[in-house]
């Protein structure tokens, strides 16, 4: 079943100060298949964000429809679960009350509200945190609590926009593998941006490919890596060597010295 | 955690000797300079006769009330300018239609906040407290208002994003997103606004009033005792600190600094 189908997308800014017309999306289309993973890739700029904005309703587009579950969304809403690059969490509720939050919108009385936020508390390993404030966590920790707030209401998709670039490259990893491992328990449809290559062929089932702006759809690629992946041997994994070589030439990047360069951690 | 909780007392302590050093300094400059130079008492008082107006004006009783009274119209005063003041400043921020219909009227007002209500304050209420409250409240209001509007505009977009998708009412995202989000400019506000507040009660002591420590000061002109001008000014100070340290200080630290390591830096 099509979990989430964006048709003919378009995007134009206007400046309001010079009235100048940015075409930020030319004509994106993508379907993402119930329980699938799909990255969106591209240059910076290619209006990744954009697109990712309009599903998530916060950006009306000027052209184009996106369909969830097949009617067409406006606005935001808890059927799309958002996981946001600066964590978004609200700095004045604890760990706890931020996971339940979702919840409470609901209208989920208290103690199933307990029950459930501890279940996802426990899920992301933010046990024994349940009390601490966003300010008291680090940028790892903050983003577990990202994703718990977004799983605990069980969105039909969960909408990420880069949500590690704010964190360093080793916790990077750890939480790339344990987003995945919560994914894999979940399936939850996932609609991920990124414009790091292998963070997108390590996570994905699927990765959209856009042009650089005005962006068009450039390719789709389809990530047959086993799953349960972890980055240990992905650098000798053949699938993932090859399709990483591919993105990285797609995206105009230097693939030998990029390679030869790498260590596995 | 227990070397914090060590360093805490000592570093409370040597906190407030900073505060205070100055006013020690200032109090020395004044025992010596006043006989040094022969002040008369016409122009300003010796230290020792404000500290002995000021046990004469304790003993008789009346220092009491004028104290009570005073701080009773500024709670009023700013109580009311708080209750009526945050919501409208919120909404005022929450709507760009609201604010772009309100805000212009705001600016107008700006100059003419507290003090400048005194006449029609007294036509309409009468002398007495009430007109004293309504000039307290008036000076109050607009920092207030202004304050709160602002700290809906300075909260994060991500925030209000992240509360939307999450299935937040209007009712729900007022009380649990902006009136928190706000509440760092609010206090800010308050802050500002109980200086107002203290400002407009003076005024309007002098004016509307027969009792207060504004009335008091102000009356002691007649009879040139400029030792009970100083205590009162002395005394506003002090109950201004003490309400900043008792109430602001507190809340503060109880909500924008609990959560949030960047901000009691910043501040
Ligand atoms: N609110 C806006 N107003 C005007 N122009 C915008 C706005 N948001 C984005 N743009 C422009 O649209 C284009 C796409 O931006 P977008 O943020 O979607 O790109 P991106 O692919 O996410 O980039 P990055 O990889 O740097 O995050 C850019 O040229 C950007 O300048
Ligand atoms: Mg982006």
New binding site residues.
Partial sequence: MTMLSVDQLN?V?V?TYTGEA?V?IEDVSFDVPEGQFVSVI??????????LNIVAGFVDATGGTVRLQGSPVSGPGPDRGVVFQDFALFPWKTVEANIAFGLKTQGVGKVERRAKAQEMIDLVGLTGFEKKYPHELSGGMRQRAGVARVLATEPAIMLMD?PFASVDAQTRRVLQQEVLRIWEQRRTTVLF?T?DVDEAVFMSDRVVV?SP?PSTVRADLSIQIPRPRSWTDMHTNTEFVRIRRELMTMLGVETGVETGSRSAP | MTVVEKLRPRARAASTAWFVSPFAVLLAVWLIAIPAFDVSARTFPSAPAVWSAFVDLATDGDLTSHVLTSLGRVFAGAGIAVVVGVPFGLLMGMSAGLSAFFAPLLRFSVALAGIAWIPLATLWLGYGNNAVVFVVFNAVFFAIVYNSMLGVRQTSTSLLRAARSLGASRWRMFWEIYLPGALPNIVTGARVGLGFAWRGLIAAEIIATSTGLGYTLFLARQYYETDVIILMMILIGILWLIMDRLILAPLERRTVQRWSAERRERA
């Fill in positions: 995007q800014y400046d940015t930020a591209g240059p910076s700029g290619c209006g990744k964000t954009t697109v880069e941006v414009h856009l702006r």
